[in-house]
């Protein structure tokens, strides 16, 4: 897959060869460049792209203080390449999380290994996502298969009919004892004590009362 990606550096030079450099790796699409942090952070948020390129020592705002904005505006934070003239900020680029640290001047072997780690971390996220995902759906299966269970164990099925047209409706097992005793007695149950059932379905007429079905074995799937 094609691979977009910002390059930050207050250098022109360095800008210029690092982006030719990844035309020349093949499948990555240098989308913007910046020239500080300040730019950096903007032209991150608004293009969201999949690698960064970001120089350590900027002035106004360095690359960790790119890193820190982002993470304070709770921006979605891309993969991070440190590309530096300086060894001494290695160790700080692995504890931000960054994929490689590329050292000035490029190589162009090097800058193919960090679009490479870069995309296999990609890769690997985007696996684990799908892996969440499915686990979560098969969660909701689990739980929604145990409602479902519990609501035929203890409710019964009501079919009401009026104008020739029949509904059915799940009601709790209480509710429904009092329902069926009430019909037996010839008496009319009080329909607010049945959810989801309108007042006319069963108390317009005493035709509609005598016409509700209680099925103790419906199927309430």
């Keep these: 897959m094609s691979l977009s990606a910002v390059i930050v550096d207050d250098e022109q030079l360095a800008r210029d060869e690092l982006a030719f450099l990844l035309k020349d790796v093949g499948d ?20 969201n792209p999949d690698l960064v390129f970001l120089d ?24 991070i390449v440190f590309a530096t003239a300086f060894d001494q900020y290695a160790v700080k ?28 971390k990609l890769e690997s996220g985007s696996r684990n996502h799908e892996i969440f995902a499915c686990a979560c759906r098969a969660t ?17 099925s009501v ?15 209480r509710i429904w004892n009092s329902f069926a005793a009430h019909s037996t007695a010839g008496t009319r149950p009080r329909s607010s004590r049945i959810p989801g059932l309108r007042s006319f379905d069963i108390l317009r ?14 199927d309430c799937s």
Aim: glycine share 8%; hydrophobic share 40%.
């Design 28 to 47: 990555v699409d240098v989308v913007a460049q910046g020239k500080n942090g300040l730019e950096g952070v903007n032209l991150i948020r608004e293009h």
């Design 56 to 79: 350590v020592q900027m002035p106004g705002l360095d690359g960790f203080g790119v890193i820190k904005k982002l993470l304070d505006k709770k921006v979605h934070l891309p993969k």
């Design 93 to 120: 680029a692995f504890e931000v999380n960054a994929v490689d640290y590329l050292l000035k001047p490029f190589d162009k072997k090097r800058v193919a290994q960090s679009v490479q780690k870069g995309r296999a």
């Design 140 to 156: 909701l299966v689990k739980v929604s298969w145990r409602m479902r269970k519990s609501a035929v164990a203890t409710s019964r």
């Design 159 to 173: 079919t009401t009919s009026f104008g020739g047209k029949s509904n059915r409706h799940l009601v709790p097992v």
């Design 205 to 218: 007429t005493d035709r509609i009362v005598s016409s509700i079905n209680l099925n103790r074995d419906a």
